[in-house]
């Protein structure tokens, strides 16, 4: 069964300043996808990022950017420049490639409070 | 494009009753995913329709079922209510597309099931 695991429960940043959250996965799937959602005060969920397993290069959208670490598992999220519309709870969630109905599995998440 | 709608925003109910959630994919988006989120168990999958049938199903109890229609419009209902039921319950579509593989799942804004 595959997991996900976000270490860090809450985590605070300055306004303009650069925060890293982490994510660490277990699968013994070689192809799968990875996303960041985002989930503020409001509760939509909206998707932040999305990683491809078989593609080296790491994803940005614009001040949002990963580190994906495949042999280590790991998937961390970088924001740049924080602004406080930042403020929210991070879900870190997985989906093997190769089953068109399998669902997320998402971590617990990480709450992000920006502080001006 | 509209993104998924979620009908209603919020509901409250009692121990007993049941209830009948309502979401609208994207448009041309065939795939509806079900989750339930509440603080002690994070994200939990429901189920997930395509083209009318379900195609997976989480660990949940027969009280909780759903069905889509051929719009791609999907319903889920509970029924004889617990306290336990309370939850935001949240609704994903995605494309699906032919041939399998997944896709990005784009989340709508959630009903607040309250359980008095």
């Known amino acids: 069964a595959q997991t996900v695991t976000q270490s860090q429960p809450e985590m605070s940043v300055q306004e303009a300043e650069t925060v890293t959250l982490s994510c660490t996965y277990d699968t013994s799937e070689n192809n799968y996808y990875l996303f960041w959602y985002k989930q503020p005060p409001s509760r939509q969920m909206i998707l932040v990022i999305r990683?491809?397993?078989?593609?080296?290069q790491n994803a940005t959208e614009n001040r949002f950017s990963v580190n994906f670490q495949k042999a280590a598992k790991s998937f961390s999220l970088k924001i740049s420049d924080s602004q406080l519309g930042d403020t929210a709870m991070y879900f870190c969630?997985?989906?093997?490639?190769?089953?068109?109905?399998?669902?997320?599995?998402f971590g617990k998440g990480t709450r992000l409070s920006v502080i001006a | 494009k509209a993104g998924v709608t979620q009908t209603p925003r919020y509901l409250i109910k009692t121990r007993g009753q049941q209830v009948t959630l309502s979401c609208s994919p994207i448009s041309g988006h065939r795939s509806v995913s079900w989750y339930q989120q509440t603080p002690g168990q994070g994200l939990q999958f429901l189920f997930e329709?395509?083209?009318?049938?379900?195609?997976n199903k989480g660990n949940f109890p027969g009280r909780f079922s759903g069905r889509q229609f051929s719009n791609s419009r999907s319903e889920m209902n509970v029924s004889t209510l617990e306290l336990g039921d309370s939850a935001l319950y949240l609704c994903?579509?995605?494309?699906?597309?032919?041939?399998?593989?997944?896709?990005?799942?784009?989340f709508g804004p959630g009903t607040r099931l309250t359980v008095l």
């Open positions: 329709y395509f083209s009318e049938t379900q195609r």
């Open positions: 969630a997985f989906i093997p490639r190769n089953s068109g109905n399998t669902p997320l599995v």
């Open positions: 990683q491809e397993a078989y593609k080296q």
């Open positions: 994903a579509s995605s494309l699906s597309p032919s041939g399998g593989g997944p896709d990005t799942q784009y």
